[in-house]
């Protein structure tokens, strides 16, 4: 299971030591509609990027703070995964990207009327950040506005 | 991650964050956050097995019918009835 036993020991003492961002107040948006009336987006921490799109840089000094936007039509079996960590196995998510990006999972759910409707982008971000100051600063704002501009009511956030 | 579900909270859009480090979750405090059993790499739990990727996505959005003063909610996956 997800724990920091997982990691060898210096990045568990990294972890163990980081000064974690505590969120407070804690934001509460309270659901527009129903589940099954609302329109769903991903944003994933994985690093994904679409055919054409430029891969994350691993050398950007404290993590990569860009984003992309990955359009609802992509076949997720397309999806290149870019997370510079070498702290998990990536095996599963080049198996099936799905396990990170579920876009056929909520194209189901739709079609089963579990959800309204899949929306028509997706964001996708590449996590380890250890500098969020950019990230919390221009990435997030952008990437929020993106999604409002799309009418999102729900986002899903999915980690790595 | 986390921050960015606060940043989509503040701008009107709700979200769940699956999450594999409770810890980090409990330190971090993202709105609604499920907790998956899974190790890193494999956030919905297997790969090929649309089943388990399905009821991993059903409870996390079942977290979105909870109250506000449920938050911050951290949820272990399994431990409620669908």
């Not at chain 1, 194209?107 to 959800?115: F, L, P, Q, S, Y």
């Not at chain 2, 297997?46 to 079942?62: H, K, T």
């Not at chain 2, 449920?70 to 431990?79: C, Q, T």
Request: net charge neutral; with cysteine.
């Amino acid at each position: 299971m997800g724990s920091f036993d997982e990691f060898d020991l210096a990045t568990r003492m990294f972890l163990r030591a980081w000064r974690w961002r505590r969120i407070d107040p804690v934001p509460w948006t309270v659901p527009r509609r129903p589940v099954a009336r609302a329109r769903l987006a991903l944003v994933s921490t994985a690093g994904f990027v679409a055919p054409g799109q430029p891969g994350f840089d691993e050398k950007v000094r404290g993590g990569d703070p860009s984003w992309r936007v990955i359009p609802a039509g992509v076949d997720p079996r397309s999806l290149r995964e870019f997370h510079r960590s070498e702290s998990f196995d990536h095996s599963g998510l080049a198996a099936d990207p799905n396990l990170g990006f579920p876009l056929d999972r909520l194209r189901e759910m739709a079609a089963a009327g579990v959800i309204g409707e899949v929306a028509p982008r997706h964001l996708s971000f590449m996590g380890s950040i250890t500098a969020p100051g950019r990230l919390v600063r221009d990435s997030a704002p952008g990437a929020a506005r993106l999604l409002v501009e799309d009418q999102v009511d729900l986002a899903l956030l999915v980690p790595v | 991650m986390s921050l960015v579900a606060a940043e989509l909270e503040r701008r009107g859009i709700a979200t769940v964050a699956i999450v594999l480090l409770r810890e980090v979750a409990e330190k971090v405090r993202p709105p609604r956050a499920l907790w998956v059993p899974f190790r890193h790499g494999y956030p919905l739990g297997c790969p090929d097995d649309p089943a388990l990727q399905r009821s991993v996505l059903e409870a996390a959005l079942a977290l979105f019918e909870r109250p506000e003063t449920d938050a911050p909610l951290i949820v272990d996956f399994g431990s409620e009835s669908p």
